[in-house]
């Protein structure tokens, strides 16, 4: 379906690999470096894991801070807030880096705006 959902809107999408958590062999580690992250502020290891198995955008962001995706693509079923906050639980600003960002796009027909 994305694939499908991409070429129609005319992008390439021959060198897109599309994950899944359920079907991942990373879980674990994910688990034990995103545990690691916030086990100070009181999360449980149980609950961490269950957001890296079952909350797409963890996953996603925990991909993209182990440098095993360049970027994520999230926003269509939930809100800019809840999705970034879910982002930022994985990633935070790197060294002399001043913050983590997102951008909002809309696809329009003809167009697409920032």
Same mark, same amino acid.
């Given at each position: !379906?994305?694939?499908?959902?991409?070429? #129609?809107?005319?992008?390439?999408?021959?060198?897109? !690999?599309?994950?899944?958590?359920?079907?991942?062999?990373?879980? #674990?580690?994910?688990?034990?470096?995103?545990?690691?992250?916030?086990?100070?502020?009181? #999360?449980?290891?149980?609950?961490?894991?269950?957001?890296?198995?079952?909350?797409?955008?963890?996953?996603?962001?925990?991909?993209?801070?182990?440098? #095993?995706?360049?970027?994520? !693509?999230?926003?269509?079923?939930?809100?800019?807030?809840?999705?970034?906050?879910?982002?930022?639980?994985?990633?935070?600003?790197?060294?002399?880096?001043?913050?983590?960002?997102?951008?909002?796009?809309? !696809?329009?027909?003809?167009?697409?705006?920032?």
């Amino acid at each position: !379906v994305v694939k499908n959902k991409l070429a #129609e809107l005319g992008a390439k999408a021959d060198n897109v !690999v599309i994950h899944n958590a359920r079907l991942s062999n990373q879980n #674990e580690n994910y688990t034990n470096t995103l545990f690691k992250r916030v086990q100070r502020r009181g #999360e449980l290891r149980r609950d961490v894991q269950r957001q890296v198995n079952n909350n797409r955008n963890v996953f996603g962001a925990m991909m993209v801070a182990n440098g #095993e995706a360049s970027a994520m !693509v999230t926003g269509l079923t939930r809100s800019f807030v809840d999705c970034f906050s879910d982002v930022r639980m994985a990633i935070t600003a790197s060294a002399g880096a001043a913050r983590v960002f997102g951008v909002s796009l809309v !696809v329009t027909k003809g167009h697409a705006l920032f």
